[in-house]
Structure formats: C-alpha cells, structure tokens
C-alpha cells in the first residue's frame, strides 16, 4: 500500500529507474574486449550513462585523448555506444558497405521510428534518393522562391520600426524563418502560407524525437508505448488534412492524362509519389505525409541550430562582420541574389565551416548501425546489431589536423584560390559536420546555400548584438546540442542597407 501512496513523480521515477536496472544486466557481452570510459559493471555503469546524459563532453574527450585512434565505448541509458577516434577509424567506416554498417538504419533505430511512424520509412528509404536527385538538381531553379521568403520571413521574425532596437527570441524565429523557406521551396506558396501545416511539421520533430524514450520498455511494449508517449499519429493525421486534396487531384491529373501530363508541378510532393510508385510503395496520404515529417526532422532543426551557432559567434567576435558583410556586397552588387553566387561567398562559407567544426551539431557523428560483424582495420571486432559512430568533438579538436584547435578562425579555410578551398558541404576524415562517404547528408547541399544565403542577407542588412545578459554557452543532452531558447538578439536596420 505504501508504494500507492507516494507522489506520482516518485512513482515513475522508481518504475523508470527498476527497468533501467534490469537492462543494465542485458548488455552486449561481444563488447567487452573494447575499452571504457566509465563503469563496466552491470550496475555501476547505470551511473556511467546517466553521467553522460549531462558531462557527455568531457567524456567523450576523455576518450580521445586516452585512446587515441583506437576504438572505446560509453555505456548509455539503453546499450553501448562503440567511438572510434581518429582519421584511418573515419576511413574505415568510410569505406564500409551498407550491408555491414548502414546509416540509413541509424535514426530509426536511435529515435525507434518504426513504432511511431512505421516501419516503411527504414525499410524503403526512397525519401533520400529525393533528396539526392530531384531536390538537390532543382536547388537553382527553386532559388527565387527561396529568397523572396527568406526576406519576408526575416522581416517576420525581425519587427523594426523606425531605427530602434528590435529585441528578439533568437531559436523560435529561426525555426518559423526555416520552416517558411523549406515549405515553400519544395511544398509550395499555398502550404508555405498555411501556419497550421508549417506548425504541425515543426512539431513533428519533437514528437519524433520523444521515440528515444521507447527503448525504456521491452521491444513487445513499444507499439504501445509509442501511441502513449509521442503524438505522431496526431501530427500524421494533420498533415494528412492538408496534403489530401493536393495528392487526390495530382493522382487524378496521371490517371487521365498519364505519368507526364500537362503542368505536372515540379515540387517534393510530386517527388515522393514519383519514388513512391517507383519502389512499390502505395501512394497513400498517410504514406505521403510520413516522409514529410521525415523531410522536416532533417531540414528545420539542425540549420535553426547552425544559423543560431554562427550569429552568436559573430556577437562574440564582431571583427569578422566587416570583411563577411564586403564580400557579400561585392559578389552581390555583380550578379545579385542568384545561387551561383550564393557559392562565390567563400569567406562565408569558410565561417560556416569553422562553426560546425568549433561548434558542431553533436559531439559524435557519423552514426552507424552495425548490421553484420565488422573489423577495424586494425583489428578491432565489433558485433552486429552494436551502435557505432565517430568521435567528431575529438577530430575538430584535435591540434594535429586543426593546428590551435581550440581556437575560433573563422577564415581558417579560406584560400586565395577558390578552387583549393575546401568548403562547408564537402567532408573530410577530419570534417565530419556532414558525415561522410555515401550515408553523408543528402540535404547538405541545399542547407549550406540556405545557410549562406540567410547570413549574406542578415549581415549586409542589419546591425546586431546579444541582448545585455546573454551569453552563447554549448550544451548537450548525451550527445546532441541543445539550443538555448532564451537567448536573445538585438536587431537594428542598417543605414547603409539597401
């Protein structure tokens, strides 16, 4: 009777913390030959996960001093997470086939995707070959439209009036300003323009992210679980609203006039039904609006947090913003708002490059599920089914590939050449923002000339500086970022701006 009668916050904490015990005892005993940071004990090493939870940098830099181009492993809530540390560990994950270490299966399984929002989307990607193909190859066409929203939605997110300071909420507007861009780019003005449509796939992403909770409950529990703890089917069905007369008149328009009928929009809508027939998924609302929301949880999220990295490195070294803000007038007073000059921004690029090495999105990257035994080259055995990826924070800092690694240089990659230049979207064994070899973001192309045209534009427009009181300090929830929403920026018109 006793137990009933604690606070239901108790109750949940012991039921949590009873689970976590019992599958502390189920650990992958192949492991055991790879080395710790932290507890390997049964027991113990529920102390070593949640620590990571909160100190997941200092651990992961333990790691890689302690165990320098060598494999270790961290315990986390549910499993291990098997690091490798160094360039020739990036070459051989690199150089691994999908059947032995695929990406592809990495999200679903981290954020348990197939009991939210099904199993199809990991079973029959074809939502990235889009991206790959149609996406990327429209980039120039779609650049207009991207634009001209990027302007209305900065205006949006930026009320001036007058030359007065506008104080504003950093984070929330970024994810509004990407969220309007996305949309309208590739879903069109009429979806772009519907607030209820763009608020449901921002949401999408935390509901997809609360799946990370599932693996606190037996594999047999999780359908349900997945029901009780996020609401996708929720955001499914309204997305489902929206998109259905959309799909219904262009399934009709192929039924009468054939796949290439008259006016057939070139847009993501028309992608997926195009990729879904073409690998033998059924054209469904539903299935529609799944790869949708999967579309969002890449796009929306990790650029707000890139574009927010690199505003608060420019408060906190204003230097760079003159000769940032000369480059883009130059470039743009030739050729204007085009995407072809969007990719002669060399000094921004280079700025960008330097925030997500300074910075970065994760402190590790390059996930892997590991679908067969796989070995190292240099001899490290690691089981299927194991969790994999690559020590990220160590390789940005690291002073061998980085000299004075722990050192902001914003034009550390320029180059007096371009054409040596090596650029934000393309990775490196030692650049791993993107990922690398074929797993790599597909998007990454469209995010960087994204992210390059927003900067452009913010910093020949506007002046801007932290609110008195902030300051940008990095934090992590085990290894992902965690923006601070309560950041705040002071924006203000340019005189000079045209």
């Known amino acids: 009777m006793a137990f009933f009668s604690l606070p239901e916050f108790s109750q ?33 090493s529920l102390f070593s996960s949640i620590k990571f939870l909160f100190a997941g940098r200092e651990i992961v830099e333990e790691g890689y001093h302690k165990y320098p181009g060598q494999v270790w492993k961290l315990p986390m809530l549910d499993e291990w997470l098997v690091v490798a540390n160094g360039r020739q560990r990036v070459e051989d994950i690199r150089k691994a086939g999908d059947d032995h270490l695929s990406g592809i299966r990495s999200n679903p399984e981290f954020y348990q995707w197939d009991f939210t929002v099904g199993p199809g989307v990991s079973n029959n990607p074809y939502h990235i070959n889009v991206v790959r193909g149609p996406l990327t ?11 001209d929203e990027m302007i209305l939605s900065l205006n949006d997110m930026i009320p001036l009036h007058a030359d007065e300071w506008a104080d504003v ?3 929330d507007g970024l994810v509004e300003v990407i969220s309007r861009i996305t949309t309208r780019a590739f879903l069109g003005l009429s979806l772009c323009r519907n607030d209820e449509f763009r608020k449901l796939c921002v949401q999408s992403t935390m509901e997809l992210v609360k799946g990370r909770l599932l693996h606190l409950f037996p594999r047999s529990l999780r359908p349900v679980a997945g029901k009780l703890i996020t609401n996708v089917d929720g955001v499914l069905t309204g997305i489902e ?10 399934l009709e328009q192929e039924k009468i006039h054939g796949p290439n009928w008259s006016d057939k929009p070139n847009d993501l809508i028309t992608w997926l039904l195009d990729a879904a027939k073409a690998t033998g998924e059924e054209q469904t609302v539903r299935n529609l609006a799944k790869r949708i929301v999967v579309f969002s949880f890449a796009s929306t999220y990790s650029s ?9 490195m420019l408060c906190e070294r204003p230097e760079y913003i003159e000769p940032l803000r000369e480059e883009v007038e130059a470039v743009i007073s030739e050729t204007g708002w085009t995407k ?3 990719g002669q921004l060399y000094k921004v690029d280079s700025f960008f490059r330097e925030t997500q090495r300074y910075n970065g999105l994760g402190l590790v990257l390059m996930s892997r599920r590991v679908m067969k035994d796989f070995t190292f080259s240099d001899g490290t055995f690691v089981p299927a089914g194991t969790h994999l990826c690559v020590n990220s924070w160590g390789n940005h800092r690291d002073d061998e590939y980085y000299p004075d690694a722990d050192t902001f240089d914003g034009f550390r990659f320029s180059r007096e050449d371009p054409n040596e230049q090596p650029l934000m979207a393309t990775p490196t064994l030692d650049y791993n923002a993107f990922g690398h070899g074929r797993p790599a973001c ?4 469209f995010a960087v000339a994204e992210l390059k045209m927003m900067l452009g534009y913010v910093i020949t427009t506007y002046d801007f500086k932290l609110s008195d009181g902030c300051h940008h300090k990095m934090q992590w929830l085990e290894s992902k970022v965690i923006p601070d929403k309560s950041i705040k920026m002071l924006f203000r018109k340019r005189k000079a701006a045209t």
């Open 304 to 312: 707000a947090v890139a574009f927010a990295q690199a505003l608060y």
């Open 442 to 445: 597909p998007g990454r192309f």
């Open 340 to 342: 072809a000059a969007v």
């Open 12 to 44: 949940i904490v012991l039921v949590v913390g009873t689970i976590l015990f019992y599958r502390s005892w189920l650990r992958n005993r192949k492991l055991d030959h790879i080395p710790t940071i932290g507890y390997t004990t049964p027991f113990l």
């Open 137 to 147: 190859r429209n980039l120039a066409n779609q650049f207009k439209d991207v634009h």
């Open 169 to 171: 909420a950093v984070f």
């Open 241 to 250: 609203k929206h998109i259905e007369p959309i799909i219904a008149y262009r």
